[in-house]
């Protein structure tokens, strides 16, 4: 574990200990909670457009507490979970509610399973340009054919709208250093892999229908069925 992450998982196990599993640990601790269940209303929605009726197996990286997989396993109570994350509370909560965790970084994360649905949430923001080509290969190599990536990333609309209100050029709404994307950026980022469409795309906005509001895009990418 490189010294950055180990850096990220003592602020992930410093963060779930304080606010415990609940939205506003994984979403935005300055939120007010209405807001907060709003977001999470949205990416479950865009994620529960993009399963197949079937679905039978999620992979949820960055899963936290199981916030989206709860949701999922609700309307596919057939389907197996595996979720990754760094945060040992989160990893434990996973385990005790919804399926095995592996509590680690998802650079180390290796399996012989393969799935209906890859859950990318909020995880590449923490890597740069090669990891992310590492990362998504190999979880590529998970997916099963006829399968979906979704990803949902931080909006660099939000880090632009955070900036001018509080005029602070190095901070952001979630703490610490991350990336964020435009949803052109998101999209491109999933164009090198081989047998994938773009299958959807969404913006999640805190203003209906005003895109300069978003605070998060969303992209999943079909692989074809071979």
């Known amino acids: 574990m490189t010294d950055r992450t180990q850096e990220l998982k003592k602020e992930w196990d410093e963060r779930s200990e304080r606010l415990g599993s609940t939205q506003r640990a994984v979403l935005f601790k300055r939120f007010p909670g209405w807001l907060n ?7 479950v929605r865009f994620v529960v457009d993009n399963c197949s009726a079937g679905l039978s197996s999620v992979l949820d990286v960055g899963c936290g507490y199981g916030r989206i997989s709860l949701e999922l396993a609700k309307q596919f109570p057939q389907a197996r979970f595996q979720g990754v994350d760094l945060s040992t509370e989160f990893a434990r909560h996973y385990e005790q509610n919804i399926g095995p965790c592996f509590n680690g970084a998802i650079q180390d994360f290796q399996s012989d399973d393969r799935f209906d649905l890859v859950l990318i949430v909020t995880t590449l923001m923490y890597l740069n340009t090669r990891e992310h080509e590492n990362v998504l290969s ?8 006829g399968g979906r990536i979704v990803c949902i990333e931080p909006a660099s609309e939000l880090f632009d709208n955070w900036r001018r209100l509080t005029g602070k050029e190095s901070a952001s709404p979630t703490g610490g250093t991350i990336e964020h994307f435009r949803k052109q950026e998101l999209i491109d980022t999933f164009a090198g892999l081989e047998g994938g469409r773009m299958a959807d795309s969404r913006s999640v ?3 209906p229908f005003t895109p300069v509001s978003a605070v998060h895009h969303a992209v999943a990418i079909e692989k074809e069925a071979g």
């Open 37 to 43: 269940r709003s977001i999470h209303r949205k990416h």
């Open 205 to 207: 906005t805190l203003l």
């Open 138 to 145: 190999r979880l590529w190599s998970y997916l099963n054919p």
